[in-house]
């Protein structure tokens, strides 16, 4: 029996089951809210997104490394040979074997795209074996893959042989013939039906997440004024709903987004609180989402590590079932443990959004259950009686500085720089560095003023906490504050403050330069208007870089040149820059402050130390805060603003406190 509709069988069967897996998975999808999506360009953009954005997470190494022997380029590699060679030789399956064009050189070309995607097999082979395998990957039906592609390699050059006038028609009726068609038939229905539901999900699911992505701004080919991908997306208050309470609450593309992950672990190995041993990573948070979007979701079927105390198997999910609780399918202790800090989200190469998803929940959770856990709840009842994170009388806010007489901005009407002086403003900590940073703004002759008792905290903590009703109001008469006076520049040492006024306080942006203190102190410091009395030659310093102002800003480079252009050796944490770690205290969660194996600050100081610098400088007041209560002994801990202060005045140290 030659059968030569026998190839086309068992690419239709693999096909039937690819159409039947996207068919149930999208009627979950569409269980979600509506979304407003561009359709046409969103297609029209996707191999855009996927060539370039995408390829360029890939090829990234993988935070804490790639697996024995890899680097982000080979991964990268890999994948395009793997997926490359499939994509061609799937067009040219159908053409040759289904639609029966058996011309010869056609034949030839898809024994050529099969030869290079047996080429990527052997390299996903190699990365699958125990000895290479990052612990960061899952196992179940990835490990299987190579098996997959493998078969699937095998039956069709086979099957493709006698068109390209290789060999002599296939005797598919021989005990060969059959035991071909088995292995065919299992490559293509785990290739094909994984598109949809297995490990090669991404081609399908996340093709359609690029292209309808909720977030197109976080693309590179996104017009410079669509607003920064780190600022939270505003909230309807008026809906009948608040946040997030089950999987339909979530609008249709994120739940599509969450179905692109495809378990590389690459978020988990970035989170700190992963990291540090809470109850969180962020990896099994959206493999969660996607259990729980179907009737009877369970984690049972998991296959990266499970959290810490907790046995997988004993959630519960479903399209109408609370998402949040002790026995559903995200434990509280897992939303609150979230520090906000975007790792995950700048790690990931399918371009999920963690941090979205967890202001959507904690937003539910808050607003229509009241159910913020430690302190967090009171912190925002502070937020709403007190306008400030600490529930002092707005009277206060310039104690700390009652010797230093600061010009009041309500006295002189304008001003070139309005110092936002932020929470840190009650913090005995971060005063010292309020006063290293008036100190080196009166060094350089800078004409600046505060808000004084007219300053509201910014509504970042209440905003990250999911109490979007406080977030707004506070913005609200911040705003009207604000629209009273005359200013050029808004300066701030709180890179929270800086990221919420410049990305979420609407047009503040157009009416003045908002800047953080290392970005100006480093210009002033390049344009001789603050220089150096000592060199710091042979001062060893490591930078710890603040969520918000890295990732959040894309500002990394500032900080760097004023520690270097006082003479600083800066040494780097393997965690820096982009990819900075973060100190624990984001996303409110030194009010959380949900209990795990270690401290987060001590983990990050832990990555301090061994560089082996004597300081570790922050840019962040509630970095300093954490890093410095860091008991075991390690590096000290200074503001930027207190490093330069030292080495412009040698004097300063004394002077400004
Ligand atoms: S935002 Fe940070 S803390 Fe939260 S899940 Fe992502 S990496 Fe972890
Ligand atoms: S969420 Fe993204 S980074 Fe995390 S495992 Fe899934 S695809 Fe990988």
């Given at each position: 029996m030659t059968a030569p509709w026998i190839p086309a069988l068992v690419m239709l069967a693999g096909l039937a089951a690819t159409l039947a897996g996207l068919a149930w998975r999208a009627r979950?999808?569409?269980t979600g809210r509506p979304a407003r999506v561009d359709f046409l360009r969103g297609l029209a953009r996707m191999p855009r997104r996927y060539l370039v954005d995408v390829h360029e997470a890939v090829s990234r190494d993988p935070v804490g490394g790639a697996g024995r022997g890899d680097t982000g380029q080979r991964i990268a590699t890999m994948h395009i040979l793997t997926a490359g060679g499939f994509t061609a030789a799937s067009v040219l399956i159908l053409v040759v074997h289904v639609f029966g064009v058996a011309f010869?050189?056609?034949?030839?070309?898809?024994?050529?795209?099969?030869?290079?995607?047996?080429?990527?097999?052997?390299?996903?082979?190699?990365r699958r074996r125990p000895e290479h395998r990052a612990p960061r990957l899952s196992g179940?039906?990835?490990?299987?893959?190579?098996l997959g592609l493998a078969a699937f390699v095998a039956f069709f050059f086979i099957a493709t042989l006698p068109l390209a006038g290789v060999s002599g028609p296939l005797a598919w009726g021989s005990p060969f013939g059959m035991a071909l068609v088995a292995v065919g038939l299992y490559g293509s229905l785990?290739?094909?039906?994984?598109?949809?539901?297995?490990?090669?999900?991404?081609?399908?699911?996340?093709?359609?997440?690029?292209?309808?992505?909720?977030?197109?701004?976080r693309f590179r080919e996104a017009d410079a004024d669509s607003g920064s991908p780190a600022a939270l997306r505003p909230l309807d208050l008026e809906a009948e709903r608040l946040g997030v309470r089950e999987p339909r609450d979530f609008r249709w593309n994120q739940l599509l987004g969450f179905d692109a992950c495809v378990e590389c672990g690459r978020c988990e190995a970035?989170?700190?609180?992963?990291?540090?041993?809470?109850?969180?990573?962020?990896?099994?948070?959206?493999?969660?989402?996607?259990?729980?979007?179907a009737r009877g979701g369970t984690d049972a079927a998991y296959q990266g590590s499970p959290y810490p105390g907790r046995p997988l198997g004993q959630a519960r999910g479903g399209p109408d079932h609370p998402l949040i609780g002790e026995e559903a399918m995200i434990h509280p202790d897992t939303l609150w443990a979230c520090t906000t800090c975007q790792a995950c989200v700048h790690e990931c190469p399918m371009m999920i959004g963690h941090v979205d998803a967890v202001v959507d929940l904690r937003r539910y959770q808050t607003l229509e259950e009241g159910a913020t856990p430690g302190k967090g709840a009171e912190v925002l009842e502070e937020l709403r009686a007190t306008d400030n994170l600490h529930g002092r009388p707005r009277e206060s806010r310039l104690h700390w500085a009652t010797d230093l007489n600061l010009p009041l901005l309500a006295e002189r009407g304008a001003c070139d720089v309005l110092l936002w002086t932020g929470e840190g403003a009650f913090e005995m900590r971060s005063q010292r560095t309020l006063r290293a940073l008036v100190r080196l703004l009166r060094l350089a002759g800078?004409?600046?003023?505060?808000?004084?008792?007219?300053?509201?905290?910014?509504?970042h903590v209440a905003r990250v906490l999911g109490e979007e009703a406080a977030f707004r109001n506070l913005k609200e008469k911040n705003l009207e504050t604000l629209?009273?006076?005359?200013?050029?520049?808004?300066?701030?040492?709180d890179p929270h403050a800086l990221h919420t006024l410049a990305n979420e306080y609407d047009g503040l942006t157009e009416r003045c330069a908002i800047e953080h203190h290392s970005t100006f102190l480093a210009r002033l410091l390049a344009e001789g208007?603050?220089?150096?009395?000592?060199?710091?030659?042979?001062?060893?310093?490591?930078?710890h870089d603040p969520c918000y102002l890295a990732r959040g800003n894309g500002e990394t480079q500032s900080p760097r040149d004023l520690l270097e252009g006082i003479g600083v050796e800066v040494r780097e944490m393997e965690k820096s820059g982009l990819r900075t770690s973060c100190c624990g205290w984001g996303g409110g969660a030194a009010f959380t402050d949900v209990p795990g194996e270690r401290r987060i600050p001590d983990v990050r100081m832990d990555h301090a130390r061994a560089t082996d610098a004597e300081t570790v400088a922050v840019a962040c007041p509630n970095c300093a805060v954490m890093l410095e209560g860091v008991v075991e002994p390690g590096p000290e801990v200074a503001d930027i603003a207190e490093v330069l202060l030292e080495a412009v005045e040698e004097e300063s140290m004394e002077a400004a406190s």
């Open positions: 979950l999808w569409l010869a050189p056609l034949a030839a070309l898809l024994l050529g795209a099969l030869t290079v995607m047996a080429a990527g097999t052997v390299l996903v082979g190699r179940g039906g990835f490990n299987r893959l190579p785990d290739l094909y039906g994984g598109l949809a539901r297995g490990p090669l999900k991404h081609a399908a699911n996340g093709a359609l997440h690029l292209a309808f992505h909720p977030r197109p701004e970035a989170c700190p609180a992963y990291e540090a041993g809470l109850p969180l990573s962020p990896k099994k948070l959206i493999q969660d989402l996607v259990a729980a979007e800078v004409d600046f003023a505060v808000l004084g008792a007219e300053e509201r905290d910014c509504g629209d009273q006076y005359r200013f050029n520049r808004i300066l701030t040492p208007r603050l220089a150096p009395n000592r060199r710091a030659d042979g001062t060893t310093v490591t930078f």
